[in-house]
């Protein structure tokens, strides 16, 4: 079974930075995508929103364009973890972040933000950004 425990997560001001980190655990195949999604505060009926996500046999990262260019997703195979690097955060990027995992159907993934692809998720890690 797949596991995964996310880390990182606190408040900061309007500009600051955090690094989330995502350990996966339970999985012995290098090629699965990892993705980032948050979920805004007040209505946890919120889908949640697709932020980036990576293959981690290799490739670069798709992102959300609304974290473009501030956001960095990265990982470190030999740990089984991924990084997300958020710089210049703003007020709306407060959240609650989850990472999932994307597993292969008939041998097939999807390189997608859609929540839906996804099979296993981590329990989350509040982000509050303040102004």
């Known amino acids: 079974q797949v596991q995964l425990v996310e880390s990182g997560g606190g408040s900061v001001q309007s500009g600051g930075s955090l690094r989330l980190s995502c350990t996966v655990s339970g999985y012995i195949s290098s090629n699965y995508f990892i993705g980032w999604f948050r979920q805004a505060p007040g209505n946890p009926g919120n889908e949640r929103e697709g932020?980036?996500?990576?293959?981690?046999?290799?490739?670069?990262?798709i992102y959300a364009d609304s974290v473009k260019g501030r956001f960095t997703i990265s990982r470190d195979n030999t740990k089984n973890t991924v990084y997300l690097q958020m710089n210049s955060l703003k007020p709306e990027d407060t959240a609650v972040y989850y990472c999932?995992?994307?597993?292969?159907?008939?041998?097939?993934?999807?390189?997608?933000?859609?929540?839906?692809?996804?099979?296993?998720w981590g329990q989350g890690t509040q982000v509050t950004v303040s102004s």
């Open positions: 999932a995992a994307q597993l292969p159907r008939l041998g097939r993934l999807y390189p997608s933000l859609d929540a839906k692809w996804y099979d296993a």
């Open positions: 932020v980036v996500t990576i293959n981690t046999a290799g490739g670069s990262g």
